[in-house]
């Protein structure tokens, strides 16, 4: 089989607060909506702006960490995959499909307080940050890796 990708890269705005709650394993899950606009000119030759909203769930350590950062207008820059679950409607016993992204890589760039877009990009406060699907913040990861002069290839 030929090799195949399926990966989400996304920087934008949360739409509401993130739900959290548990799987009937226990396992932390959340659920929100992410907003990225793009913004091109008409026939006409007027500027428009088109908003696609995204629906993320993260698991497990993640999970909590949005949980605990993430709140409605933060900027958030996420990796995951794409996914497509099913199930029938209680009501109408029609199939019905959600497409979500899930998450493996978050970093908020919205510092504490702000709303999304205030910060204009990554601050090094510690209320930003990166984390990946284990909860490790890459700030920790940089500060523990020495790298020397042969280190460096030139």
């Known amino acids: 089989m030929a090799k195949s990708v399926n990966k989400v890269i996304l920087l934008g705005n949360v739409g509401k607060d993130p739900e ?3 799987l009937p394993s226990g396992q932390p899950v959340v659920n929100f909506s992410l907003a990225t606009s793009e913004r091109f000119k008409d026939q006409q030759g ?3 702006e088109r908003t696609e909203w995204h629906n993320l ?3 497990a350590k993640l999970a909590e960490i949005v949980r605990d950062y993430v709140k409605k207008g933060n900027k958030l820059y996420v990796e995951g995959r794409l996914t497509t679950r099913s199930w029938d409607d209680r009501e109408t016993n029609k199939k019905v499909y959600r497409t979500e992204i899930v998450i493996s890589d978050l970093s908020l760039l919205s510092g504490r307080g702000e709303e999304g877009g205030a910060s204009g990009g990554y601050s090094g406060s510690r209320s930003s940050g990166s984390f990946d699907q284990r909860g490790t ?9 020495q ?3 042969d280190d460096i290839p030139f």
């Open 137 to 145: 913040a890459a700030d920790d990861y940089a500060q523990t890796t």
């Open 20 to 22: 959290f709650k548990a």
């Open 147 to 149: 790298i020397t002069d």
């Open 57 to 59: 769930v993260a698991y």
């Open 46 to 48: 007027n500027q428009q």
